[in-house]
């Protein structure tokens, strides 16, 4: 069963950028078609924020954070990054990674806070 | 505003059945595969259902899974109180090229 594994809480100031990192256990990194970033704010429902296709190292955004969002791979490390800029208060969230949307990673807490 | 639709809540009793409905639209419901996931309060969330109707090992056959259309349903059948937590379902936006949720029902098992 493939795990993923993410870094662990942040805390930033407003404006300030975030990088969330999440390694698949497993060599078949580059057999899934996307992997995907969700966040959910405190009381909130699931929101996609962004995808990336571990072989070939195309992505795609949600319209509400592009220029804002960059995710990224490593596939030597089958790593996968979410980095988040100019971060504001609204950005506090659990941040979740996803093979597929299939097998998910345990989150992690960004907090936005001055 | 999610792009999907679900019922805010659903409840019934034990040993009961419930459904959830997700309505959407011809881009993404219409388009692509459902998947439903269960999210237990301060867990990550769960795949329950992918591909419309397949269920992971794992997952029992008391959770279904049916698409017609641009809707879907999620079935539960003999409701357990450990089935109280927030359903979600999610999908691919083909005209958007996003991914896409609807807004959470939460489950109560009275």
């Known amino acids: 069963q493939v795990q993923l594994v993410q870094s662990g809480a942040e805390v930033k100031k407003p404006g300030a950028s975030v990088k969330v990192s999440c390694k698949v256990s497993e060599y078949t990194f580059t057999s899934y078609n996307y992997m995907h970033w969700v966040r959910q704010a405190p009381g909130q429902g699931l929101e996609w924020v962004g995808a990336?296709?571990?072989?070939?190292?195309?992505?795609a955004y949600a319209q509400k954070f592009q220029g804002r969002v960059t995710v990224t791979r490593d596939t030597s490390t089958s790593t996968v990054y979410m980095e988040l800029s100019s971060l504001r208060s609204e950005d506090t969230a659990v941040y979740y990674c996803?093979?597929?949307?299939?097998?998910w990673g345990q989150g992690t807490l960004v907090t936005v806070s001055s | 505003q999610s792009v999907l639709t679900q019922p805010p809540s659903v409840s019934a009793a034990p040993g009961q059945k419930v459904t959830i409905s997700c309505s959407g639209g011809s881009s993404n419901i219409g388009t692509n595969y459902v998947l439903w996931f269960q999210q237990l309060p301060g867990t990550a969330p769960k795949l329950l259902i992918y591909d419309n109707d397949k269920r992971p090992s794992g997952i029992p056959d008391r959770f279904s899974g049916s698409k017609s259309g641009t809707s879907a349903t999620l079935g539960i059948t003999g409701l357990q109180t450990g089935d109280e937590a927030d359903y979600y379902c999610g999908t691919w936006d083909s005209s958007l090229s996003v991914g896409v949720f609807g807004g959470g029902t939460k489950l109560t098992v009275l």
């Open positions: 990336i296709s571990p072989s070939a190292g195309n992505t």
């Open positions: 996803g093979t597929d949307l299939t097998v």
